[in-house]
């Protein structure tokens, strides 16, 4: 079993950054496909990031494309996202997920493929 741990959230306003991490308890055999997810009131849940092939490839949704930043340090199996020019928008809990089967830039669409997810951080910006 993989526990993931989020960090990093909190209030902001609009133009600011923020970096989330995300702490693995395992190694990155069990890490090899990882992602941000985010959930806002009365919205679907949404694929932010995700970074695959050992941190070598990354895909990002159209609205962070360009902002955002995802990141993994291997040897301290934890992932982050750096978050730049935050906008109103953007304001929601935020989720990391981790699944052990390689994956592609499909999966941001697919939230139902990770085995393994976080407990959430809250980001908020004002505006």
């Known amino acids: 079993q993989v526990q993931l741990v989020e960090s990093g959230g909190g209030s902001v306003q609009s133009g600011g950054s923020l970096r989330l991490s995300c702490a693995a308890s395992?190694?990155?055999?069990?890490?090899?496909?990882m992602a941000w997810f985010r959930k806002a009131p009365e919205k679907e849940r949404e694929g932010v990031a995700i970074i695959y092939y050992g941190g070598q490839a990354t895909y990002y949704a159209e609205s962070v494309k360009g902002r955002f930043t995802i990141s993994q340090d291997n040897a301290k199996n934890t992932m982050y996202l750096q978050m730049n020019s935050l906008k109103s928008e953007d304001t929601a809990m935020y989720y990391c997920?981790?699944?052990?089967?390689?994956?592609?830039?499909?999966?941001?669409?697919?939230?139902?493929?990770?085995?393994?997810w976080g407990q959430g951080t809250q980001v908020t910006v004002s505006s």
């Open positions: 395992t190694d990155t055999y069990s890490t090899n496909c």
């Open positions: 997920a981790a699944d052990p089967t390689p994956c592609g830039d499909w999966v941001i669409h697919e939230s139902e493929y990770f085995s393994y």
